[in-house]
């Protein structure tokens, strides 16, 4: 089926040109490099996985209620019309939550993929082309899967977020090499982590579980990479220079948590936009949750050197600031050790599974 066909409002044009700007950047330096961004792209490489074999694919969802969600975390939950909701109203509202959350997955990850190969071609470095074409494939990878458990396991897609759609292309516009890790590299792909590791720990479903970790373990690298070539450049600019990237921080940051809102979702089910704005900013849950995202962004935008007077002012607004002092770096060996242990867990009980088979094959062989 065509995902037209599946989208919820679809979008006017399946297209979205960005104009492209700034330069082609080649290097003639083909000597050894940085060493730690040459060890990061060796991970890079060494960590290349499968989404069609690596991921269970066979395990089943019921498009109802993909993640297990629970009824408290609703926005909806409390209102008038949760009252006026059947059991299969709340079915629906799950399967279009979800749908909204991983089709900006997808969005996210599609533009990820762009940003990649943008620096690919802009960064003037030999070492952090090597380590961005890497990422490219991640995050191929990443939009494959979101799209294969959209289309497979949930039947439903939403159109991009607008706010996420304007960071993006804010993103891709500017002519600057630098900006395409910060926006990108930081702020998307920081909020995308930190929801999906909300969701990874807290869904008991299994499919979902082996995709957000498996995803999060290639995004752990993809960060340490952003930190490192923006931490060492940052360290040259000027004042006046850092100020305008702490002020492109500050206006994508507003965007992200203006994003998540899920309105769509309320819209879908006859609920006018501006008291679904009202629903949304007055659930406690979805406050919590648009805190927690900012998790991974702000320790990250502290370390690499963006930590101005206003951009400070912006955090405390926000409700984020004391996430400043986070171990960004305990949080992405974490993540690193959950898909291991998925997989340890998973192929122990496939292999135990094959030994007992052979086991009774011989059995039933020896039988006269």
């Given at each position: 089926?065509?995902?037209?066909?599946?989208?919820?409002?679809?979008?006017?044009?399946?297209?979205?040109?960005?104009?492209?700007?700034?330069?082609?950047?080649?290097?003639?330096?083909?000597?050894?490099?940085?060493?730690?961004?040459?060890?990061?792209?060796?991970?890079?490489?060494?960590k290349?996985?499968d989404?069609?074999?690596?991921?269970?694919?066979?395990?089943?969802?019921?498009?109802?209620?993909?993640l297990?969600?629970?009824?408290e975390?609703?926005?909806?939950?409390?209102?008038?019309?949760?009252?006026?909701?059947?059991?299969?109203?709340?079915?629906?509202?799950?399967r279009?939550?979800?749908?909204?959350?991983?089709?900006?997955?997808?969005?996210?990850?599609?533009?990820?993929?762009?940003?990649?190969?943008?620096?690919v071609?802009?960064?003037?470095?030999?070492?952090?082309?090597?380590?961005?074409?890497?990422?490219?494939?991640?995050?191929a990878?990443?939009?494959?899967?979101?799209?294969?458990?959209?289309?497979?396991?949930?039947g439903?897609?939403?159109?991009?977020?607008?706010?996420l759609?304007?960071?993006?292309?804010?993103?891709?516009?500017?002519s600057?090499?630098?900006m395409?890790?910060?926006?990108?590299?930081?702020?998307?792909?920081?909020?995308?982590?930190?929801?999906?590791?909300?969701?990874?720990?807290?869904?008991?479903?299994?499919?979902?579980?082996?995709?957000?970790?498996?995803?999060?373990?290639?995004?752990?690298?993809?960060v340490a990479?952003?930190?490192?070539?923006?931490?060492?450049?940052?360290k040259?600019?000027?004042?006046?220079?850092?100020?305008?990237?702490?002020?492109?921080?500050?206006?994508?940051?507003?965007?992200?948590?203006?994003?998540?809102?899920?309105?769509?979702?309320?819209?879908?089910?006859?609920?006018?936009?501006?008291?679904?704005?009202?629903?949304s900013e007055?659930?406690?849950?979805?406050?919590?949750?648009?805190?927690?995202?900012?998790?991974r962004?702000v320790?990250?935008?502290?370390?690499?050197?963006?930590w101005?007077?206003?951009?400070?002012?912006?955090?405390l607004?926000?409700?984020?600031?004391e996430?400043?002092?986070?171990?960004?770096?305990?949080?992405?060996?974490?993540?690193?050790?959950?898909?291991?242990?998925?997989?340890?867990?998973?192929?122990?009980?496939?292999?135990?599974?094959?030994?007992?088979?052979?086991?009774?094959?011989?059995?039933?062989?020896?039988?006269?």
């Amino acid at each position: 089926m065509s995902t037209h066909d599946l989208y919820e409002n679809a979008p006017e044009s399946s297209l979205w040109q960005v104009p492209a700007s700034g330069a082609a950047r080649f290097s003639w330096e083909y000597d050894d490099g940085r060493e730690r961004l040459l060890a990061l792209y060796q991970k890079g490489k060494d960590k290349q996985w499968d989404g069609a074999t690596r991921i269970d694919w066979d395990l089943e969802v019921d498009p109802y209620d993909p993640l297990g969600t629970p009824d408290e975390v609703l926005n909806l939950y409390g209102t008038r019309h949760w009252a006026k909701m059947t059991e299969k109203d709340k079915g629906d509202l799950r399967r279009h939550y979800t749908s909204w959350q991983f089709s900006q997955f997808l969005h996210g990850e599609q533009g990820a993929m762009v940003c990649a190969a943008r620096i690919v071609e802009s960064v003037p470095d030999l070492d952090a082309k090597f380590y961005s074409a890497t990422q490219t494939m991640d995050e191929a990878r990443h939009a494959e899967i979101y799209s294969r458990f959209l289309h497979e396991k949930v039947g439903m897609l939403y159109p991009i977020n607008d706010n996420l759609q304007g960071l993006l292309g804010d993103t891709l516009r500017d002519s600057r090499w630098d900006m395409p890790y910060l926006g990108m590299q930081v702020l998307i792909e920081g909020l995308a982590l930190a929801a999906f590791g909300m969701i990874r720990d807290t869904t008991d479903k299994p499919l979902p579980k082996q995709i957000l970790a498996y995803v999060m373990q290639d995004e752990a690298r993809h960060v340490a990479f952003g930190r490192m070539a923006l931490r060492d450049y940052y360290k040259q600019l000027s004042d006046a220079e850092l100020r305008e990237r702490e002020e492109f921080v500050i206006e994508g940051c507003y965007l992200m948590r203006d994003r998540l809102r899920g309105v769509e979702v309320l819209e879908n089910f006859g609920i006018a936009r501006k008291e679904a704005e009202e629903i949304s900013e007055q659930s406690e849950f979805l406050a919590l949750f648009r805190k927690l995202l900012f998790s991974r962004i702000v320790p990250c935008v502290k370390d690499i050197g963006l930590w101005g007077e206003r951009l400070q002012k912006a955090y405390l607004d926000m409700g984020v600031f004391e996430m400043g002092n986070s171990n960004l770096d305990l949080l992405m060996t974490q993540d690193e050790e959950i898909a291991e242990q998925l997989d340890r867990e998973r192929f122990a009980v496939e292999e135990e599974a094959r030994v007992s088979e052979v086991e009774q094959a011989i059995k039933d062989g020896a039988q006269p």
